[in-house]
């Protein structure tokens, strides 16, 4: 740059005024060099960059150019330049190259910080990133290097080594624990949810403490993303995860079925022995027919063998309502499209309460989707509440207002036809 200053002094000007005009000359210069350089690497070489990466077979690279890795590594030119003509200006020449390292350890930890995250996103594309994240790694590493970016930079602008710093940094180590809290404890906990396979992306999870019941959207360093299935989003605490306990539905998921597992109560006083006409009428029915056969064959050899008298219908063995009613549950789930008979169905009787008698159903569905789940379930419930009157049963609830007013009026009408009667 030296050819300015004899430029302006062939000029005949005054000494004072050659070194400002210089100086600014020469800024503009360096400045106009930065402006094309950044215009040549930005219009001209990101571009070719863009559509060779475009035209190519690698599947990852749309996802370099998303996120803008050429682009972020481009700022390091204009610093590149600056810190060359840095001897051209002397007496600031210390202080100018302090500044550019210092913005080009800036953009080498931009662009790091975004090869990090093209990593984690390539990573993502394959199936193996929901049983084995390696975001919260990611995110680790990221602030190691950030750290060691930070030493550099306050070394470079006081002069120092390194090595000072870390060494410094070491006797601090009790602040750095308490600052990066969180993170290590996150760093823990995402290792032994790796390990021990105890939540992946895409899992339902139910945490009532966090009010958390939905699907994992994301596992990061310090947090797991749930999306609930009101749309509501809920942040949980990875190291949450290990120390307090959670629902996992994958093996639900996995399995093919999901669980119902519910009680219909039946009011004890419509329990009865089956009457000749109640087994003419039940035979008839598709789903018991066989087994109406079959248990009054087993039921009169028991009877005959043992010469029970059965003009009284306590001795010997006979048919009840509620068993025939149980044994066409189950033969009905048994032909239910929507049950997964792979899986344990069972009908059952739980022990009697102030409510009535529980005919439990436990069967499992042939589809995992919550609106097929409680379709099918709520169809099962639907035909039972309406077939158990064919069966001479009840089934209980507690009296309402109605019910009650209509005792009063039945006492009534009762009273009343009494006194005509009288």
Not at 223 to 240: C, E, G, H, L, R
Not at 335 to 347: A, D, E, S
């Amino acid at each position: 740059m030296q050819f300015i200053n004899n430029l302006l002094l062939d000029m005949d000007l005054d000494s004072r005024l050659v070194e400002y005009l210089s100086i600014i000359i020469k800024i503009l210069l360096i400045g106009l060099i930065c402006i094309a350089a950044n215009f040549i690497t930005k219009k001209i070489v990101i571009r070719i960059i863009t559509r060779v990466v475009t035209n190519s077979k690698v599947k990852w690279g749309k996802i370099i150019l998303e996120r803008q890795v050429f682009r972020k590594l481009s700022h390091i030119v204009p610093a590149i330049i600056i810190y060359s003509f840095s001897s051209t200006f002397p007496a600031y020449q210390s202080i100018i190259e302090k500044l550019a390292i210092t913005y080009i350890i800036i953009v080498a930890l931009v662009f790091i910080e975004s090869l990090l995250n093209v990593l984690n996103d390539i990573y993502q594309t394959y199936e193996i990133s929901k049983v084995k994240p390696i975001k919260g790694y990611i995110q680790v590493v990221n602030i190691i290097i950030m750290t060691l970016g930070f030493i550099l930079v306050i070394s470079n602008l006081i002069g120092e080594s390194p090595l000072i710093l870390l060494s410094g940094i070491g006797a601090l180590s009790a602040v750095v624990m308490l600052v990066f809290k969180d993170s290590l404890l996150g760093l823990v906990a995402g290792v032994q949810l790796t390990a021990n396979d105890m939540v992946r992306v895409g899992d339902w999870i139910e945490m009532p403490k966090y009010g958390a019941d939905g699907d994992v959207i994301d596992i990061s360093l310090n947090t797991v993303k749930v999306q609930n299935f009101d749309k509501t989003i809920t942040m949980i605490p990875s190291y949450a995860l290990i120390s307090d306990s959670f629902i996992n539905w994958r093996g639900m998921q996995s399995s093919g079925g999901r669980r119902i597992k519910r009680h219909l109560y039946i009011d004890t006083s419509s329990i009865t022995f089956c009457t000749e006409e109640m087994i003419e009428k039940f035979i008839k029915v598709h789903y018991l027919s066989d087994y109406i056969i079959q248990k009054e064959r087993e039921i009169t050899e028991y009877n005959v063998k043992n010469e029970i008298d059965r003009n009284n219908p306590v001795n010997g063995r006979a048919l009840t309502n509620i068993g025939v009613f149980r044994a066409y549950i189950n033969n009905y789930l048994k032909n239910h499209n929507g049950i997964n008979q792979n899986m344990t169905l069972m009908v059952r009787q739980l022990a009697h309460s102030e409510h009535g008698l529980p005919i439990e159903i436990y069967a499992f569905t042939n589809s995992v989707q919550w609106a097929v789940y409680e379709s099918v379930q709520s169809d099962i419930f639907d035909h039972l509440f309406a077939v158990a009157p064919e069966f001479g049963l009840k089934v209980f609830q507690n009296p309402s207002g109605a019910d009650l007013r209509n005792m009063v009026e039945e006492s009534k009408n009762k009273a009343l036809i009494g006194k005509r009667s009288y």
